[in-house]
């Protein structure tokens, strides 16, 4: 399969200055199924998903759920800075 850069999101506009403009950078491939920011792939997630697999995990795990967490979510900063830097 060959994959195409994915397009700008359609019906979305930014205005200097407006904190939104964040929008304009967004990319979305339907092929693909893509969301991505400056070609850094994303997921959207509900709040309420992470809160309750948090709880369910901590229910198993203990206290070291929100540690293991809070390492994958460092981790994916990590990789959002480089990749801007870059």
């Known amino acids: 399969m060959t994959r195409r850069p994915p397009k700008p999101c359609e019906g979305v506009t ?15 491939d339907p092929a693909g199924g893509e969301l991505s920011f400056r070609g850094v792939r994303y997921l959207l997630i509900r709040p309420e998903t992470v809160m309750t697999f948090q709880r369910v995990v901590e229910g198993r795990l203990g206290e070291a ?5 809070f390492e994958g979510g460092r981790a994916g900063g990590r990789l959002s800075t480089r990749a801007y830097r870059e």
């Open 14 to 28: 930014a205005v200097p200055g407006d904190p939104n403009e964040i929008l304009s950078d967004l990319n979305y």
């Open 65 to 69: 759920a929100g540690e293991l967490l």
